[in-house]
């Protein structure tokens, strides 16, 4: 399975956010300098995440992004189907709701590989499901990931 860049860079955004920012809002340009990540693209990818609940938006100067809840309640599993639509490894194991107008396989419901990768689905979403935003941010401080200081905010005596 390969996770597409809008989830993998997704979550990097939403550590960042979490990591940096906590409950404040943060500008897109501030997660892209410290990322690498175009803003284009991050404005595309938190879309998603807006429509799943995973971000709110703030307007005006002070404004932008935040976490639509606390990091230790968005998990890993809900960034990755918010970005990806699924976690499926292939399509044979999808419900069958979910499938749509995809051919169903001459073997479905007869094929052993297809126990394998439906095992594997299920171990893979248990992990995922088990990671939150808070865990990324309880591992880079493990790691001395250095917090980069809000240099938005202004004091004047």
């Not at 044979?92 to 749509?100: E, H």
Request: hydrophobic share 40%; net charge positive; glycine share 8%.
């Amino acid at each position: 399975m390969r996770l597409s860049t809008k989830s993998r860079y997704g979550l990097r955004a939403l550590f960042d956010m979490a990591y940096n920012a906590g409950n404040q809002p943060i500008q897109v340009k501030d997660i892209s300098r410290r990322q690498g990540i175009s803003p284009r693209y991050l404005e595309q990818i938190f879309q998603a995440f807006k429509k799943a609940g995973i971000l709110e938006s703030k307007k005006g100067p002070l404004g932008g992004y935040l976490l639509a809840r606390q990091p230790d309640r968005i998990t890993v599993r809900e960034v990755i189907e918010a970005a990806e639509g699924d976690i499926l490894l292939v399509d044979c194991t999808a419900p069958k709701a979910a499938r749509g107008s995809k051919k169903l396989c001459a073997l479905s419901g007869r094929c052993v590989t297809q126990t394998v990768w439906q095992e594997a689905a299920d171990l893979l979403s248990a992990y995922y499901q088990s990671m939150t935003l808070q865990t990324l941010c309880d591992r880079a401080a493990a790691m001395g990931v250095t917090r980069e200081a809000d240099q938005h905010l202004m004091f004047y005596i």
